[in-house]
T-cell receptor, first 108, second 112 residues
Framework: GQNIDQPTEMTATEGAIVQINCTYQTSGFNGLFWYQQHAGEAPTFLSY????GLEEKGRFSSFLSRSKGYSYLLLKELQMKDSASYLC?????????FGSGTKLNVKP | DTEVTQTPKHLVMGMTNKKSLKCEQH?????MYWYKQKAKKPPELMFV???????INESVPSRFSPECPNSSLLNLHLHALQPEDSALYLC???????????FGSGTRLTVV
């Protein structure tokens, strides 16, 4: 079976930094992906890691440790528009297995 | 063109109706997907087409019937649905074996 865990909800303040963690146990691994999803909209791709380490992409960074089955998404200089759900997903060949998502609330 | 286009955006149908959801992409992606997403839940994979052939069916009930007429189009035919089938249906595409998906904006389906 596939098991991907994320915190259900987090709250942070505008301008701050927030880290969203994801742990996974899957039957295979071809990459870990982070998606942002606003309510009622489609997920949009943010970042992905195939190898261990940190990938930086503007205000967003993602980290992967394959040996620990662990990833995090780091959001810097939070803006109100960053209020959304953040989905961690593990790719195995043509399949993506999604975590339940972390709802991030950004406060003024 | 870097988008996946889904139509219609909203659909209300009765349990005896037959309807179709459509998905189109012109990025040359050879893998296309249907996902179902209930409120506050992650997307759940339904079907995968690879090079226009059905490669994965995640034990989806036969009242959902996918079709891939060509490499740019993906349809989902709906027949005799149940109210619990009401959800956001997402189409996605990807370059086979690489990177992530590009999702369409989804069709919000309500079965009455």
């Amino acid at each position: 079976g596939q098991n991907i865990d994320q915190p259900t909800e987090m709250t942070a303040t505008e301008g701050a930094i927030v880290q969203i963690n994801c742990t996974y146990q899957t039957s295979g691994f071809n990459g870990l992906f982070w998606y942002q999803q606003h309510a009622g909209e489609a997920p949009t791709f943010l970042s992905y890691n195939v190898l261990d380490g940190l990938e930086e992409k503007g205000r967003f960074s993602s980290f992967l440790s394959r040996s620990k089955g662990y990833s995090y998404l780091l959001l810097k200089e939070l803006q109100m528009k960053d209020s959304a759900s953040y989905l961690c997903a593990v790719r195995h060949f043509n399949k993506f297995y999604f975590g339940s998502g972390t709802k991030l609330n950004v406060k003024p | 063109d870097t988008e996946v286009t889904q139509t219609p955006k909203h659909l209300v149908m009765g349990m005896t109706n037959k309807k179709s959801l459509k998905c189109e992409q012109h990025m040359g992606h050879r893998a296309m997907y249907w996902y179902k997403q209930k409120a506050k839940k992650p997307p759940e994979l339904m079907f995968v087409y690879s090079y226009e052939k059905l490669s994965i069916n995640e034990s989806v009930p036969s009242r959902f019937s996918p079709e891939c007429p060509n490499s740019s189009l993906l349809n989902l035919h709906l027949h005799a649905l149940q109210p619990e089938d009401s959800a956001l249906y997402l189409c996605a595409s990807s370059q086979a074996g690489t990177l992530g998906y590009t999702f369409g904006s989804g069709t919000r389906l309500t079965v009455v």
